[in-house]
Each structure stands twice: as C-alpha cells, then as structure tokens.
T-cell receptor
C-alpha cells in the first residue's frame, strides 16, 4: 500500500470552470476526510465519509462543492463555477480508527485564474 | 466548539538544541485526543505524536515529547536535539468524539545550522 493518493497534484483553472479532484485512501481505511488549506493557515475541515456515507459537511462547503465516495473506496471532490477564493490546497486523509490520527495525502493545489 | 490556538507563528532553534512549541485549546468534552502534525515544505502532513486526554502520562516519541496540562488546556511539543530535517510547519490539533480533527494555524520552525 502506497498511502493516500491524490490526483492531480496541481490544477490551474479559469474562473467559472468546474474541477474535480480524486482521493484514493489506504485500502483498509473506512473513514475519508477532505480539508482545505490556504497559505499560512492550518487545514480546515470540509467533509468526511464513513464508508460511502457522508456524515458531516462544514459550513465552508458551499452549494458549489460536492463530494462523493461511491462504494466506500475512492472519493471525489467537485467544485462548480470556481472562484478565485477557491484557490487553496485540498487535502484528503483517511483513517480506520480516527483517534489514532489520520494519514494525509500530498494534496491537490488548485489555482483559479 | 473546539478551538486550537498556536501563539507562535514562527520559531527558530539552533541545531542540536531543544525547542518547545506552545498550544492551547478549548473543548467542552472530557474525552478527546490531541495531536501534533508536521508539514515539511511542499510535503504531506505527518503525525508526530498523539495524546489521549484521559491519560495523565505525557506521550513521547523518540526526540519528541509533549507537556499535557489538562486543567490549563495546554499541549506543548518539545523537540530535543533538533535536526535540520525538523524544519517544518507544526500544527497542534484536537479531536472530540465527533471524529473530526481541528487544527491550529501552525508554527513555522526554522533550524539554524
């Protein structure tokens, strides 16, 4: 197992376009988390899944954001009609028992121009 | 709601010396977990150390140890024998029973050769 994988590593898009990111968690992990990190800040929670069920969504996640985890394996995070304020690093993490801490991926850096 | 405060945006330490990073937090729960994560430049978040709030004994991982003061809601990280590879952003974080990790804004640690 190579850990948590995120694709793409970098994405540059024009304002108003839609983007989709993918996260492949560690295979035996049933929980998957999405965070957003802007420059110089700590990661902010967006949403998380236990298996295929989305258990919580942050108020930060506007209607333009949607996340899925079909079949409880990989997850996608889609941002519709991107705005410059969406520029950030999007981090995915997974865990089996969350109190042990999460394993993070390397993130997808989104730049909206 | 959980909050995490790291009052030191940046710190520097001479190689081989000891440095302590401060963290205070707030939570209404009695059962929770505390973490320190390390984020090297352009690299993924790595779990450094974790502490269960119900344990009085301070956690230790090799050169990393914590000073957990539950009544004061303080959770500082001590790095002994600092090495150049310790240079990174360090994030203090908490997790309640809702399984959601909340991060502080981070402390950037510089190691001086």
């Amino acid at each position: 197992d190579t850990g948590v994988s995120q694709d793409p590593r970098h994405k540059i898009t024009k304002r108003g376009q839609n983007v989709t990111f993918r996260c492949d968690p560690i295979s035996e992990h049933n929980r998957l988390y999405w965070y957003r990190q802007t420059l110089g800040q700590g990661p902010e929670f967006l949403t998380y899944f236990q298996n295929e069920a989305q258990l919580e969504k942050s108020r930060l996640l506007s209607d333009r954001f949607s996340a899925e985890r079909p079949k409880g394996s990989f997850s996608t995070l889609e941002i519709q009609r991107t705005e410059q304020g969406d520029s950030a690093m999007y981090l995915c993490a997974s865990s089996f028992l969350s109190h042990g801490g999460y394993t993070f991926g390397s993130g997808t850096r989104l730049t909206v121009v | 709601a959980q909050t995490v405060t790291q009052s030191q945006p940046e710190m520097s330490v001479q190689e081989a010396e000891t440095v302590t990073l401060s963290c205070t937090y707030d939570t209404s729960e009695s059962d929770y977990y505390l973490f320190w994560y390390k984020q090297p430049p352009s690299r993924q978040m790595i779990l450094v150390i974790r502490q269960e709030a119900y344990k009085q004994q301070n956690a230790t991982e090799n050169r990393f140890s914590v000073n957990f003061q539950k009544a004061a809601k303080s959770f500082s990280l001590k790095i002994s024998d600092s090495q150049l590879g310790d240079a990174a952003m360090y994030f203090c974080a908490t997790m309640n029973r809702d399984d959601k990790i909340i991060f502080g804004k981070g402390t950037r640690l510089h190691i001086l050769p």
